[in-house]
C-alpha cells in the first residue's frame, strides 16, 4: 500500500488537488491541464530517504524544465517546514502542503 491512499492506474488521471505551497500560493491540477508534470509524495521533509528523492529531482531540474516538465513535491509537512526544506537544499520547484491529508 502507498504512503499516500491507493495506487494510481497508470494511464489514469491524478486525483484532482487543491494546495498551498511552501509560500502558501495555491496549486491545483487542472492548473496544470495540458502541459506535463511529475507528482509525487514524500511523508516527511528533511529525512535522509526523502532528501535524497528531492535532491534528485532537483539535480535533474534543468532537464525537466528544458522538456516541459514541471515538478511538484506533496508531502504531509506544514508550509514553514516545506519551505524550510526547500531552502536547506536549494530545491528549485514547489512543494506542496497535505497537511490535512486530503489528496489521494
Known amino acids: 500500500m502507498p ?3 491507493k495506487m494510481p492506474e ?3 488521471p491524478a486525483p484532482f488537488f487543491s494546495l498551498q505551497d511552501q509560500d502558501g500560493i495555491p496549486h491545483s491540477l487542472s ?3 495540458g ?3 511529475v507528482v509525487y509524495f514524500f ?3 528533511d529525512t535522509p530517504g526523502w532528501v535524497k528523492q528531492a535532491c534528485g529531482f532537483r539535480d535533474e531540474f534543468d532537464k525537466y524544465k528544458e522538456l516541459g516538465i514541471a515538478v511538484l513535491g506533496i508531502s504531509y509537512d506544514s508550509k514553514d517546514a516545506l519551505k524550510a526544506f526547500k531552502e536547506k537544499y ?3 520547484f514547489n ?3 497535505d497537511s490535512k ?3 489521494g
Open 43 to 45: 511523508p516527511k521533509a
Open 31 to 33: 492548473g496544470y491541464k
Open 3 to 5: 504512503l499516500f491512499g
Open 35 to 37: 502541459k506535463k508534470l
Open 101 to 103: 491529508k486530503v489528496v
Open 95 to 97: 512543494f506542496l502542503s
Open 10 to 12: 497508470i494511464g489514469k
Open 90 to 92: 536549494g530545491i528549485p
